[in-house]
């Protein structure tokens, strides 16, 4: 559990005489790391420096000989320790009512709690799966759990992004913090996305991949037209029948009209050449997650630009040619040719993010990008898709993703560089508040 700052409470509590109590209680911890290893990401490496947060932000860093300790500030002595901005995954199922069901294959889709928008489009009863929830928020089905959090944090990532896993148009994510149990103060971004998966539909309409198709297309069209209608009738409110209100559509318009990101579940190369497709009709702001067949797609990866969210789960998916011809092969691809991926996209100059998406054992990602970095992923190209990239990629980074001063004190302190395979995470720093194992 956090522990907090003994002179940053007395501070706070003798505040309360002078300052209304909500704007007492928002104070948060002070922290000083000195004689610290800093990786800012976006900088030069600082071989022996401090670390200042305040109120769960950075307040500044530097050399230790030339950065000031406030008076305030609890001291921890970091010799021999390694400071990193805590890791960012941009796609996983975590914190779910039932993280079980719907890890991303293909036809997996599990059974959803139906808005009656939805049932009326693809889903006759609650035994049925709905095709499209976009109006579900993410955020109305999060249960934080602290042995979760734990496991995570204790891989280094503070920041997810957490994502609707059940249906073809999933819903919308959201971004938080692995900071407590209280779902508020965790949230970073809401909506982040909206989420597409080339599924098909347990028990109705679509039930085949081009029937999934045929239905992302016709509801991006139809919300297109949906906009168009509304706005005509804002220009005209006397004399014209209003359009009737859909929640379903309503929830599109964002992602159809003014471009918010749409994140396409791509489970093979077919998949990451059929959301370009969709991206380029609807001009999208689109995003590729899993691609763990990226490689196989370079070129029309090259010729877009759409966003990668490439997952560290190298299992072939399912249906690939590598578990249709035998166990050795499936071996030979999940410990040699799917990890190879990210060092492949790397070599062609193509941006990428790392994620978690289908692990739930963050130490398993860990040993997957080392096993990357063995298969010639460079290391700094490996940090930079754990932390900046990520961010860039979700909009965030003027809050996450390097040690800058002014950004979220979202820290991690390492003994070892991060990914040498004995090293261990001893600190980690979650909105500026120490989290200790």
């Known amino acids: 559990m956090p522990t907090r700052n003994r002179f940053a409470l007395w501070s706070v509590l003798g505040a309360l ?232 559509l309503e929830a599109l318009i964002p992602y159809v009209r003014d471009k918010k990101p749409v994140i396409f579940q791509c489970n093979n190369a077919e998949d990451i050449k059929r959301a370009l497709k969709i991206i380029e009709e609807f001009k999208l702001s689109g995003i590729l997650s899993q691609a763990n067949e990226a490689w196989r797609a370079e070129a029309a990866l090259k010729a877009s630009r759409a966003k990668l969210l490439v997952t560290l789960d190298f299992r072939p998916p399912n249906g690939s040619f590598y578990t249709s011809q035998g166990e050795d092969l499936r071996k030979k691809a999940e410990a040699e040719i799917y990890p190879s991926n990210p060092a492949a996209l790397a070599k062609a100059g193509i941006a990428f993010s790392l994620t978690t998406f289908g692990l739930t054992d963050a130490a398993a990602a860990l040993r997957n990008v080392r096993t990357a970095i063995k298969l010639g992923l460079p290391e700094d190209v490996a940090l930079r898709a754990l932390t900046l990239v990520p961010a860039q990629t979700l909009g965030l980074d003027r809050q996450v993703g390097s040690l800058e001063p002014g950004k979220i004190a979202n820290v991690i302190l390492t003994k070892g560089a991060l990914f040498d395979e004995k090293t261990q995470v001893e600190r980690v720093f979650v909105d500026g508040v120490l989290w200790k194992f």
């Open 17 to 248: 005489c002078v300052l209304p109590a909500a704007a007492a209680s928002d104070v948060g911890p002070t922290y000083a790391i000195r004689n610290v290893r800093i990786v800012p990401v976006t900088g030069p490496v600082i071989e022996k420096g401090t670390l200042i947060i305040r109120d769960g932000l950075i307040e500044s860093l530097g050399a230790v000989d030339k950065t000031a300790v406030p008076e305030d500030a609890e001291i921890i002595e970091a010799e021999g320790l390694t400071a990193y901005p805590g890791l960012i995954s941009g796609h996983t199922n975590l914190l779910l009512e039932d993280p079980a069901a719907g890890m991303g294959q293909r036809g997996a889709a599990g059974t959803p709690t139906l808005p009656a928008v939805a049932a009326q489009r693809g889903a006759g009863t609650a035994g049925e799966t709905a095709a499209g929830t976009p109006e579900l928020m993410l955020l109305t089905q999060l249960r934080p759990a602290k042995s979760t959090m734990d496991g995570f944090l204790k891989a280094g990532f503070t920041t997810v992004l957490i994502a609707p896993n059940r249906g073809i148009i999933q819903g919308q994510s959201a971004v938080v913090n692995l900071n407590g149990l209280e779902t508020g103060p965790m949230v970073l971004l809401t909506p982040a996305a909206l989420h597409v998966n080339f599924t098909t539909n347990r028990g109705g309409y679509p039930s085949s991949l081009m029937g999934t198709i045929a239905y992302i297309r016709q509801s991006f069209l139809d919300a297109d037209h949906y906009a168009n209608a509304k706005a005509v009738y804002g220009k005209n409110l006397k004399g014209m029948k209003r359009p009737v209100h859909d929640p379903f």
